[in-house]
């Protein structure tokens, strides 16, 4: 059939998101469809939040199916519309009063947020079926908007080339330099580790002075590797030749680096209120769920960094955890009649 | 673009009954005693079926509407000339299952439930957004309040409606059920109350005894899944079944008065685009994107637009 893949575009801006959009293409022209990615630019401010959303209404879509991704593309009219969630603007909703959000208590804030809603759910609803990408992103569904939906989780990036390797002795993290990515908390872990561990964080970010700044002011920045941009191809070596994967993000939606790093091999070390992450991440069998404070963390790079075949085979234990995730049953539920 | 005027006769009976779904239909025409000063109306509507100047309306090219509380009484020619009848009926109401009704009469009656209320005037609130305004207000992160009964959180009367905006849920009995429920309130309530407006307990409110229901509002206002879904499906129940706006679309879409279904001008689909979202009509939102649409849809006529923007 043909299919409409329908996402927002944030120029210059790339993530997850983008890449789940275009393997799902790729896997959908890989099960015998013609499939394209449909996008229109987004603004996040609240001001002008419902204009791209209203552009997705008016839009006319032809093709036997549209499946829609995140806000605002799911305000796309089609008789055969399905939703796959990987988020809504989350502004709006958890992170409401919080330093990205500019939906605040006063009274424009709180209508336009009640406008929000309740335009969600209407467009929401009118999806044949509605999957998301994660438990995480199904509980939040069902609290703000009072949908039931699906979980339909899919490989990450680079699945094909990830393998496990030798077990190195530095701790790695992708990620953007964010606050809700908190690459901050793992500098901060540096400085409570009693093992000499190096901390590689690649990605960059609009906190990367900061982190220098940050490790500076701790001491620990001759272990910290700040690596910048980085290719697919050194991604993948990184992961392999990792000791263990530290990441602790902020309600993560689902988290490509924890796929990622059981993929190859490798444990995670992550945080009681990492959202997405925790789906995956099993407290002592594949890797450790801490508290979430620099201590903790930095006692479970520790543990690992003392007894490298605790890190084998937890990592061992990962890589099984997402041994079943293959793209093929995803477009087969997403296309299913 | 003048609305059509919809001439009105009554008299014999009171009719302040009708008086919501009069001003329901400003939304789409001119309501107005029938007065010749006024010009030929587009179309009558009777407020009864006992009105004084009906016969000579049936008669009339014109097509005639009657509100009633009883297909009984309308009259033969009533029957056979009405172009719709308005059944006011206390609960749901299957004309297909009514022996009063003769099958010709089927198609043109337009049930009007009694406890129907105008859903464009009760925005809908989720559960979250009345945590956000509890904030502002700095009421209690978890608010239950009982309505038109003497449980454990009962409100007086002039607050209920600002009560039923704001809380997590609410204990709901009598005739402010259904607007707690256009309201998006997750509601509590008996199953007689329940039955009476056709709700359904778990899907669109939640049925209790007199003695549990104040546990289990309680309960239903620290549970914000289950509470967003009740409060969507009750107010999803008023939109489809108890709403005084589709009721009056209904009608002057059935007196052949009213707009075109599927707008054809750019600013009138945009329009209908928001309207059908939920958008309320002076809202900040509407207003934008009806102003930077018509930058290029040539200079802005409200009177263009569907239903209740103008």
């Known amino acids: 059939m043909d299919i409409c893949v329908c996402g927002a575009q944030v ?5 997850g998101a983008e890449a789940l959009m275009e393997n799902l293409v790729a896997a959908a022209e890989d099960a015998g469809h013609r499939a394209e990615l449909v996008r229109i630019p987004t603004v996040w401010d609240r001001e002008r939040i419902f204009d791209a959303a209203l552009a997705w209404r008016m839009t006319p879509i032809d093709a036997d199916l549209v499946i829609a991704i995140n806000f605002p593309s799911y305000f796309v009219q089609h008789p055969n519309k399905v ?4 988020h809504q603007h989350r502004g709006a909703y958890d992170g409401a009063d919080g330093p990205w959000s500019d939906f605040t208590l006063d009274d424009q804030g709180l209508e336009l947020q009640r406008l929000l809603t309740e335009w969600d759910t209407r467009a929401l609803s009118e999806a044949r079926r509605l999957f998301t990408i994660s438990g995480v992103v199904s509980d939040r569904l069902a609290r703000y908007n009072g949908l039931a939906s699906e979980p339909l989780y899919h490989p990450a990036p680079l699945w094909a080339d990830l393998r496990p390797g030798p077990t190195g002795a530095s701790v790695f993290c992708p990620l953007r330099l964010e606050g809700n990515k908190r690459p901050g908390l793992l500098v901060d872990a540096l400085a409570h580790l009693r093992t000499p561990t190096r901390l590689q964080l690649a990605g960059r970010g609009s906190l990367a002075d900061e982190l220098i700044a940050q490790a500076q002011r701790l001491g620990v920045a001759d272990r910290l590797d700040l690596l910048g941009f980085v290719s697919d191809a050194e991604l993948v070596d990184r992961y392999a030749g990792a000791l263990a994967v530290v990441y602790a993000p902020h309600d993560e939606d689902y988290g490509y680096v924890t796929l990622q790093a059981f993929r190859a091999g490798k444990p995670v070390i992550t945080a009681t209120d990492s959202g997405g992450v925790l789906e995956w991440v099993e407290d002592g069998v594949n890797g450790f769920v801490t508290d979430g404070s620099p201590a903790a963390i930095a006692a479970a790079i520790d543990r690992f960094a003392d007894d ?7 990592g061992a234990a990962g890589r099984d955890r997402v041994a079943a995730l293959d793209w093929a049953p995803v477009v087969a539920r997403l296309t299913a009649p | 673009m003048s609305l059509p005027l919809l001439g009105l006769i009554g008299g014999h009976v009171d009719s302040s009954a009708l008086t919501p779904l009069v001003v329901a239909l400003r939304t789409w025409c001119r309501p107005h005693a029938l007065d010749r000063n006024l010009g030929v109306p587009a179309a009558i509507l009777a407020t009864s079926p006992v009105a004084i100047g009906l016969d000579a309306a049936l008669r009339s090219p014109l097509p005639v509407a009657i509100v009633c509380d009883h297909l009984a009484e309308l009259s033969p020619t009533a029957r056979e000339s009405a172009a719709v009848i308005v059944l006011r009926t206390p609960g749901p109401h299957d004309t297909a299952g009514d022996p009063a009704v003769d099958r010709t009469l089927v198609d043109r009656t337009i049930v009007w439930r009694r406890d129907a209320v105008a859903v464009a005037e009760h925005p809908y609130l989720s559960p979250f957004v009345r ?13 239950t309040v009982e309505i038109g009964s003497n449980g454990a959180h009962p409100v007086p009367a002039t607050d209920a409606l600002a009560s039923l905006a704001v809380c997590s849920a609410a204990v709901v009995r009598g005739p402010l059920l259904v607007p707690a429920l256009a309201l998006g309130t997750p509601v509590v309530t008996n199953a007689t109350d329940a039955a009476r407006i056709g709700a359904e307990a778990s899907v669109h409110l939640s049925v209790a005894t007199v003695t549990e229901a104040s546990a289990v509002a309680d309960a239903l206002a620290v549970e914000p899944a289950r509470a967003t879904a009740l409060g969507w499906g009750g107010r999803r129940l008023v939109e489809g079944e108890l709403d005084l706006g589709r009721v009056a679309f209904a009608l002057i879409a059935s007196l052949g008065i009213g707009p075109i279904e599927f707008p054809a001008a750019p600013l009138a689909r945009l329009d209908a685009e928001l309207e059908a979202l939920g958008t309320p009509p002076r809202s900040p939102v509407a207003i934008r994107t009806l102003r930077r649409a ?4 040539g200079p802005m006529d409200w009177t263009d637009l569907t239903g209740s923007r103008r």
């Not at chain 1, 120029?11 to 993530?15: E, K, Q, T, V, Y």
């Not at chain 1, 939703?83 to 990987?86: E, G, K, M, N």
């Not at chain 2, 018509?294 to 849809?297: G, Y």
């Open chain 2, 294 to 297: 018509a930058s290029i849809a």
């Open chain 1, 11 to 15: 120029p210059f801006m790339r993530g």
């Open chain 2, 131 to 143: 945590s956000r305004w509890r904030q502002r207000l700095g009421l209690p992160s978890s608010m």
């Open chain 1, 308 to 314: 490298p075949a605790l890190a084998e085979k937890m």
């Open chain 1, 83 to 86: 939703v796959w969630l990987a």
